[in-house]
Nanobody, 117 residues
């Protein structure tokens, strides 16, 4: 069974930085996309950033240039470095793994990020 465990997050001042990490356990196809999504109160969950097993990345326009996603394939981990944080970055952040061959999608439990002005 695949499990995703997130760590990091917490509180920061506007302009500050935080780092999120996610470790996957269990059997996951090597062909996958790992990513981070977020959900603010009263809003739908939205994509923040994704990275393929080959290293290709995508970012939401709102975080482009401020956030960096990276992964370690042997360790099955994905990280999100968040710089120049803004109050509108406040949300619960979720780790996701999407297996391209099977179409299966796995989610972490979520970690809170709060940015104060």
């Amino acid at each position: 069974q695949v499990q995703l465990v997130e760590s990091g997050g917490g509180s920061a001042q506007a302009g500050g930085s935080l780092r999120l990490s996610c470790a996957a356990s269990g059997s996951i196809s090597k062909i996958n996309i790992m990513g981070w999504y977020r959900q603010a109160p009263g809003k739908q969950r939205e994509l923040v950033a994704t990275i393929t097993s080959g290293g290709s990345t995508t970012y939401a326009d709102s975080v482009q240039g401020r956030f960096t996603i990276s992964r370690d394939n042997p360790k099955k981990t994905v990280n999100l470095h968040m710089n120049s944080l803004k109050p509108e970055d406040t949300a619960v952040y979720y780790c996701n793994v999407f297996e391209a061959p099977s179409g299966r999608s796995y989610w972490g439990q979520g970690t809170q990020v709060t940015v104060s002005s």
